[in-house]
């Protein structure tokens, strides 16, 4: 017995095809059917991916000590460049929160400042000197005061267009005007070449000083604005005999480690009346 002629055939098939599509494209009736089909051609597609995945379980069994090698030494290369990455996050991090400490520390000054980055250091052991990313361009000018988050940190020494030399208040030449903050008592901070001691000089044995006072700039001579923190006072020794006390102090300012600057100017009022700070020639004491 003869089937249906092939184009009926044709037909039929192709009327099939579109009820399904309407049925599922409108009416959404063969979800389930989908469903069921999906889960019963599971272990079909398993069956299909098993050569491929034993092979690569057959190969993994016979991997060279070579290729255990290069693979560890790539994981180790990787573990190092995520290291440095976090690292730099860290110093990222840390160098954000000295920003921070600049701005608050900027915020209680009635100077205008900039912030500057220490980008080098004096190879001289005798020389407390640091360079600054500041210099002409900016403004910045021989004498200016230089500040971290703490405390005075020294002067502009000189100048270029784009660097600045400063003059560290630990260095032996230099003195800052200072007063205790506690009573006005007033007298000069002597660096020593020491970046964690100054030496306050010419103090009677009577004055009224005391162990962990804080030492201000007072302003005299124009060259440090009044009222920056110094030192702090540590040491206090007085000889029998002797007219004027031995006093060392610790400087506020983070003289050895400190990156972030500040770079006070002040008022021209003040900087034409300024005079240059004290100080003494490298080796001469007070």
């Known amino acids: 017995m003869q089937g249906p002629i092939p184009g009926f055939r044709l037909f039929l098939v192709i009327m099939l095809s579109a009820t399904l599509i309407v049925l599922d494209t409108r009416f959404d009736k063969l979800e389930t059917l989908r469903s069921v089909l999906g889960t019963s051609l599971a272990p079909v597609v398993w069956m299909g991916n098993a050569p491929d995945q034993f092979s690569g379980w057959v190969a993994s069994l016979f991997t060279t000590r070579d290729d255990l090698q290069a693979e560890n030494e790539s994981l180790n290369a990787r573990l190092l460049i995520l290291e440095r990455r976090a690292l730099k996050y860290a110093a990222l991090a840390a160098e954000n929160n000295r920003l921070r400490e600049l701005l608050n520390a900027s915020g209680t000054l009635d100077d205008r400042v900039i912030v500057s980055e220490i980008v080098g250091v004096s190879p001289d052991p005798f020389s407390h000197e640091?360079?600054?990313?500041k210099g002409d361009r900016d403004g910045v000018e021989v004498g200016q005061a230089i500040l971290d988050a703490h405390g005075l940190m020294g002067q502009v020494q000189s100048t270029s267009n784009f660097t600045s030399r400063v003059l560290l208040i630990s260095d032996s030449s230099h003195a800052v005007p200072v007063e205790v903050n506690r009573n006005g008592l007033r007298a000069i901070l002597l660096g020593n070449g020491d970046s964690n001691s100054l030496e306050l000089v010419h103090v009677p044995d009577t004055a009224d000083i005391r162990e962990g006072d804080m030492l201000v700039s007072s302003g005299l001579g124009g060259r440090f604005p009044r009222g920056y923190p110094v030192a702090e006072v540590t040491t206090i020794e007085?000889?029998?005999g002797e007219q004027f006390i031995r006093i060392e102090a610790t400087p506020r300012a983070h003289l050895s480690r400190s990156r972030m600057v500040l770079v006070v100017?002040?008022?021209?009022?003040?900087?034409d009346d300024a005079e240059p700070a004290p100080q003494l020639n490298a080796g001469e004491g007070p």
């Not at 100017?265 to 900087?271: N, P, V």
């Open 265 to 271: 100017f002040k008022a021209e009022s003040e900087r």
């Open 238 to 240: 007085k000889e029998p």
């Open 130 to 133: 640091v360079i600054i990313n």
